[in-house]
């Protein structure tokens, strides 16, 4: 199946990895691509990499990109992203293939979402993938299985509190 996780509330990640947990605890295979999240020390990635069965590669940088201002290096990694998750999703490698922020990178013009449409299009009926992130594209949603929208109701950052290590990142 296709399963998209979207909208402007906490959690579109957390669902993801709350899957591969799943996922992991049956055998399964698991490759997850972060877009937008380059050298930035995310905790969820300290542990994925203890883990047996699952791979991941990270692309961006440490900073966040200005969707007014994208600098065509960030481009390339998001273009980059997107073609290390179709090989893995086309290589037989995988039962399950995350895309996280891939509807961030599209909205944001990062990648083309007609690339993103083709590569849904062309996922081997034996891979479950999910793609997270704001802006997920009606197409996108439309060609998904599953669509999850994670409303924001309240949110901490309204107050001024900034992310926090091992909670938010």
Not at 36 to 61: A, D, I, R
Not at 155 to 163: A, C, F, N, Q, W
Request: glycine letters at 8%.
């Amino acid at each position: 199946m296709v399963e998209v996780f979207t909208g402007d509330g906490k959690g579109k990640t957390s669902a993801a990895l709350g899957m591969v947990l799943r996922a992991l605890g049956h055998g399964l295979r698991v490759y997850i691509v972060f877009f937008m999240k380059g050298s930035f020390p995310y905790g969820e990635q300290k542990t994925l990499s203890q883990l047996t069965n699952v791979t991941f590669k990270k692309f961006g940088f440490e900073t966040f990109c200005d969707p007014a201002n994208v600098k065509p290096e960030e481009k390339e990694q998001a273009q980059d992203a997107l073609s290390a998750a179709r090989e893995a999703m086309l290589s037989g490698d995988y039962d399950m293939v995350i895309l996280d922020e891939v509807n961030v990178a599209a909205g944001w013009k990062l990648i083309d979402i007609s690339q993103v449409v083709q590569l849904i299009k062309d996922k081997p009926e034996n891979v479950e993938l999910i793609l997270t992130g704001r802006h997920a594209d009606p197409r996108i949603m439309e060609l998904a299985d599953v669509v999850t929208i994670m409303t924001k109701v309240k949110h901490p950052y309204d107050k001024g509190i900034l992310s926090r290590k091992g909670f938010d990142y």
